[in-house]
């Protein structure tokens, strides 16, 4: 249960309850609760059986799968007033979880039980909505992923990315590995892109961080 002296900031972050009738919200207050969770935990990981389901009051959650070489790739972050729809997913087709959710940035989430969420997306609509919102939501950004993969070299997808990343922080503190894991690639490939870049002036790069210093050069490079 949620106090009830918390659950008006749990309401107005989660824009599912804003338009859920008055009943469901306090069911959704009596049956869900309150989770802290630090940076670098793993929320889930590969072949766990969901007992509850997150949605982020705070923080950043990456989901990614790791290949059989050992090559990570990104499939989506959510953030607050977010769910993961593999975990979604997992819950409904009653699976285990294929991929891996680790917390980015200091996460509080609201943790829904497996089996209120299944009887949730059966019984109401403005459940069974959200559930809809998330999985379109996430095929859009993973046939976003497919068409990076896909269609543009790795060059572009690293200007991409720093270019995103340097809007937040400029220098970005990020490491190769990281750039690598991001993209799908491996360290050594992404340390060669990454030093043809510096190498043409448009970034200036140091152990454990990388500045932007021609955000137009890489922007065209990015398309």
């Known amino acids: 249960m949620i106090d009830a002296h918390v659950f008006p900031r749990v309401l107005s972050a989660l824009p599912v309850l ?19 969770i630090p940076p670098g935990r793993d929320v889930f990981v590969q072949g766990d ?17 790791i290949g059989e070489t050992g090559r990570e790739v990104t ?6 007033g977010e769910s993961c729809v593999l975990t979604a997913n997992a819950v ?4 285990t979880f294929p991929a891996i959710a680790t ?3 200091e996460a509080e989430a609201v943790m829904v039980p497996a089996e209120v969420f299944r009887e ?8 069974r909505a959200f559930y809809f919102e998330l999985v379109s939501q996430r095929l859009a950004s993973v046939m976003a992923i497919v068409d990076e993969v896909a269609f543009r070299r790795l060059d572009e997808r690293v200007a991409g990315l720093l270019l995103e990343r340097s809007r937040q922080a400029n220098p970005i503190r990020i490491t190769h590995q990281e750039i690598a894991a991001e993209l799908g690639s491996s360290r050594e490939v992404i340390s060669r892109v990454l030093e ?4 043409k002036g448009l970034i200036r790069a140091e152990r454990g961080s990388i500045e932007v210093v021609a955000p137009d050069e890489l922007r065209r490079l990015a398309g």
């Open 18 to 36: 804003q338009r859920a009738n008055p009943e469901l919200v306090e069911e959704f207050r009596r049956v869900a609760t309150l989770a802290r």
């Open 49 to 65: 059986r969901i007992e509850a389901i997150p949605l982020l009051l705070s923080g950043v959650v990456r989901v990614y799968q």
């Open 75 to 80: 499939l989506y972050r959510f953030h607050p």
């Open 92 to 95: 409904l087709s009653r699976q």
């Open 103 to 105: 917390v980015e940035q």
């Open 120 to 127: 949730w997306v059966a019984r109401h609509d403005v459940w």
């Open 196 to 199: 043809d870049l510096a190498g």
